[in-house]
């Protein structure tokens, strides 16, 4: 299967990348079947070649998720909600749920707490026995 995915090169902490379409099986930075772009995130500089971009995908050359990015910004993809999306929404939707559930028990447990202690100041003290 081909892979559109990134190829890193450049100097120590300052990283670009080449848009490379490669085997699926091969190396980050092996040989690519062909060069398709740039992108440089430090100054978010992308140049896509788009008629051998689309090209290769209408071959069935699979983006990577960084790669699809790039190319969802550059006009070539249109923008898809991936599984992987869905599901950390689901999650984080259930996580906010969750926790106002246990804000508001928690709320309810110190209401709770302060009622009994303002009914225990009003009422009586017994008296003690007295002694004889």
Known sequence: MIKLRLKRFGK?????FRI?????????DGRPLQELGFYNPRT???RLDTDALRARLEQGAQPSDAVRTLLERGGL???SVRPAEV????????????AATE????AK???EAKASE???????AEEAPAEA
């Open 77 to 79: 993809l249109t923008k």
């Open 12 to 16: 120590k902490r300052e990283t670009s």
């Open 87 to 98: 599901i950390g929404k689901l999650k984080q939707e259930e996580a906010r749920k969750k």
């Open 20 to 28: 490379v379409a490669c085997n699926s099986t091969s190396r980050r």
């Open 118 to 124: 303002a009914a225990a100041e009003e009422a009586p």
């Open 44 to 46: 978010k500089e992308t």
């Open 109 to 111: 447990a110190e209401a």
């Open 103 to 106: 804000a508001k028990a928690a």
